[in-house]
Nanobody
Framework: QVQLVESGGGLVQAGGSLRLSCAAS????????MGWFRQAPGKEREFVAA????????YYADSVKGRFTISRDNTKNMVYLQMNSLNAEDTAVYYC?????????????????WGQGTQVTVSS
């Protein structure tokens, strides 16, 4: 059973930084794509970033490119999202997701496993 547990959310001032962590367990993730998504109040869940576990290739939404960095630690089965230069529009619940088969990494419906989410609030 795949389990994803996010941590690291919190309250931060605009311009600040946070690092989210996703602890993955239950499988060998070398063939998986790992993604971060977010959902703001009253909005649809949206893609933030993804990483191919085996190759380390990364993909980003335009809105976070240059500010956020996704990475993984193979030895710890962890995925991270380093978020810099945060602004109020980044306020959302952030979710870690995983899938073994991927067509479009930005499509939330292609991900099979989800964490429960961690709240990020950016005060302006």
């Amino acid at each position: 059973q795949v389990q994803l547990v996010e941590s690291g959310g919190g309250l931060v001032q605009a311009g600040g930084s946070l690092r989210l962590s996703c602890a993955a367990s239950g499988r060998t993730f070398s063939s998986y794509t790992m993604g971060w998504f977010r959902q703001a109040p009253g909005k649809e869940r949206e893609f933030v970033a993804a990483i191919l576990w085996s190759r380390g290739s990364t993909y980003y939404a335009d809105s976070v490119k240059g500010r956020f960095t996704i990475s993984r630690d193979n030895t710890k089965n962890m995925v991270y999202l380093q978020m810099n230069s945060l602004n109020a529009e980044d306020t959302a619940v952030y979710y870690c997701a995983a899938t073994e088969t991927i067509g479009r990494y930005s499509n939330q419906y292609e991900y099979d496993y989800w964490g429960q989410g961690t709240q990020v609030t950016v005060s302006s």
